[in-house]
């Protein structure tokens, strides 16, 4: 049967990096599992404590391997940041992460469900650990988990840990900041309070919640499909990538876009450390770059595409030429912008509610009076006007009379 490679399909290239910083332990853990029918599927996953590491020039240590395929189908991410001093943050964001994975593959159904089904899972497994050695008490870690197939992109989120698109020069945050850092910047943003107490405000890195056994007190679920498209780099981060500003992030992965997922996640990783920050946090990278894969279709069997569409579009739901996207599901969140030539690189914040406004802002002011008048209203003024001119020119006639009559009797 003859065929001829004439359908596109989305191809997901990934890899991911750890760093060190400049702290006593690593607390980040990251794990990628592959939902492939392959012999490449859910090959074992690399501990970001058990990679080779190198000391830098100024002390810090910096992974130098990490997981690095092809995936032909669908992919899950799975990033923990672990908190709770000493050994603890070290064994929440392990148990979190490799929790998330084992219940997530061990579930049937549909994708979304899955997701949240397994963040009550690994939930429950901090639960456990801590009944079992009370100890470990206060420990907790953030998670971000972000599943990428043939029909988009899903999250699952909790705590700071970032969550990253990059299309067409610019980059968004698409997940929910659960960190009080955020509350201060929307403060910020309505002119609440000045952007230099939102940035020194000690209380910034505050988590509002997180993963720590108990009942979660927010979390941020993206469970319907986030259309992604060839040319998007999807980034997935623990907090320490956020030396960067939104900017230098934009540019970098803008520098490196037609570069592998191991070399951009390396250039973000240098650049991190460039910074030199005194206490420099964990810092844990995974990009995932979105391109085309063409396969082979039969021929009898293709899809007609209406005139002027191309061909692959029909399916895709997108025009490949870049001129427009079409959302077969729209996010409640943020929508990515319209596709375009990319000019220079920015970064955009991701949607977020707005902050509380001032009381000010509720204060309601009574009802306007009106500047016209009413026909009844006019003709009384007239009538009074008249009367008033009247009393005036009988108020001369008079003043007049008195003054020149002793003239006239004299």
């Given at each position: 049967?003859?065929?001829?490679?004439?359908?596109?399909?989305?191809?997901?290239?990934?890899?991911?990096?750890?760093?060190q910083?400049?702290?006593a332990?690593?607390?980040?853990?990251?794990?990628?599992?592959?939902?492939?029918?392959?012999?490449?599927?859910?090959?074992?996953?690399?501990?970001?404590?058990?990679?080779?590491?190198?000391?830098?020039?100024?002390?810090?240590?910096?992974a130098?391997?990490?997981?690095?395929?092809?995936?032909?189908?669908?992919?899950?991410?799975?990033l923990?940041?672990?908190?709770?001093?000493?050994?603890?943050?070290?064994?929440?964001?392990?148990?979190?992460?490799?929790?998330?994975?084992?219940?997530?593959?061990?579930?049937?159904?549909?994708?979304?469900?899955?997701?949240?089904?397994?963040?009550?899972?690994?939930?429950?497994?901090?639960?456990?650990?801590?009944?079992?050695?009370?100890?470990?008490?206060?420990?907790?870690?953030?998670?971000?988990?972000?599943?990428?197939?043939?029909?988009?992109?899903?999250?699952?989120s909790?705590?700071?840990?970032?969550?990253?698109?990059?299309?067409?020069?610019?980059?968004?945050?698409?997940?929910?900041?659960?960190?009080?850092?955020?509350?201060?910047?929307?403060?910020?943003?309505?002119g609440?309070?000045?952007?230099?107490?939102?940035?020194?405000?000690?209380?910034?890195?505050?988590?509002?919640?997180?993963?720590?056994?108990?009942?979660?007190?927010?979390?941020?679920?993206?469970?319907?499909?986030?259309?992604?498209?060839a040319g998007?780099?999807?980034?997935?981060?623990?907090?320490?990538?956020?030396?960067?500003?939104?900017?230098?992030?934009?540019?970098?992965?803008?520098?490196?876009?037609?570069?592998?997922?191991?070399?951009?996640?390396?250039?973000?990783?240098?650049?991190?450390?460039?910074?030199?920050?005194?206490?420099?946090?964990?810092?844990?990278?995974?990009?995932?770059?979105?391109?085309?894969?063409?396969?082979?279709?039969?021929?009898?069997?293709?899809?007609?595409?209406?005139?002027?569409?191309?061909?692959?579009?029909?399916?895709?739901?997108?025009?490949?030429?870049?001129r427009?996207?079409?959302?077969?599901?729209?996010?409640?969140?943020?929508?990515?912008?319209?596709?375009?030539?990319?000019?220079?690189?920015?970064?955009?914040?991701?949607?977020?509610?707005?902050?509380?406004?001032?009381?000010?802002?509720?204060?309601?002011?009574?009802?306007?009076?009106?500047?016209?008048?009413?026909?009844?209203?006019?003709?009384?003024?007239?009538?009074?006007?008249?009367?008033?001119?009247?009393?005036?020119?009988?108020?001369?006639?008079?003043?007049?009379?008195?003054?020149?009559?002793?003239?006239?009797?004299?």
């Amino acid at each position: 049967m003859p065929v001829t490679p004439s359908e596109t399909s989305l191809e997901i290239a990934y890899a991911w990096r750890a760093s060190q910083g400049r702290r006593a332990r690593q607390e980040d853990h990251c794990a990628i599992w592959r939902d492939d029918e392959n012999e490449a599927s859910n090959a074992p996953t690399v501990d970001p404590r058990q990679v080779s590491l190198q000391a830098s020039e100024d002390g810090s240590r910096l992974a130098v391997e990490g997981n690095n395929y092809q995936a032909a189908s669908s992919t899950l991410v799975v990033l923990a940041d672990g908190m709770g001093g000493h050994t603890s943050g070290q064994i929440a964001s392990r148990a979190v992460c490799d929790g998330y994975i084992r219940a997530f593959a061990t579930l049937e159904g549909d994708v979304g469900p899955r997701m949240a089904r397994a963040l009550a899972d690994a939930n429950a497994s901090l639960t456990e650990l801590i009944a079992a050695d009370p100890m470990l008490a206060g420990m907790g870690s953030t998670l971000v988990a972000a599943h990428v197939g043939s029909d988009g992109l899903r999250w699952v989120s909790v705590g700071d840990s970032t969550l990253l698109l990059y299309r067409d020069g610019v980059l968004q945050r698409l997940n929910a900041d659960h960190s009080h850092g955020a509350i201060l910047d929307q403060q910020a943003a309505a002119g609440i309070i000045s952007e230099e107490i939102a940035r020194t405000d000690t209380r910034r890195r505050a988590l509002h919640s997180a993963i720590t056994g108990d009942p979660i007190p927010l979390q941020d679920l993206e469970l319907q499909g986030f259309e992604l498209m060839a040319g998007d780099w999807v980034v997935i981060a623990s907090d320490g990538l956020l030396t960067l500003d939104g900017d230098e992030i934009a540019t970098l992965i803008h520098d490196h876009a037609t570069s592998t997922p191991p070399e951009l996640v390396s250039a973000l990783l240098a650049a991190v450390e460039a910074k030199r920050e005194p206490n420099q946090d964990n810092s844990t990278i995974a990009a995932l770059r979105i391109t085309n894969r063409a396969r082979d279709v039969d021929t009898t069997e293709a899809p007609t595409a209406r005139p002027g569409e191309p061909l692959a579009a029909a399916a895709a739901g997108v025009d490949l030429d870049g001129r427009t996207i079409t959302h077969a599901v729209k996010s409640p969140r943020s929508e990515p912008p319209r596709s375009q030539p990319p000019s220079q690189p920015r970064s955009q914040p991701r949607s977020e509610p707005q902050a509380r406004p001032s009381r000010a802002d509720h204060q309601t002011s009574g009802p306007a009076t009106s500047a016209t008048t009413s026909p009844t209203e006019d003709n009384d003024r007239s009538t009074l006007g008249i009367v008033l001119g009247l009393l005036v020119v009988a108020a001369i006639a008079v003043i007049g009379w008195l003054f020149l009559a002793p003239l006239v009797t004299g």
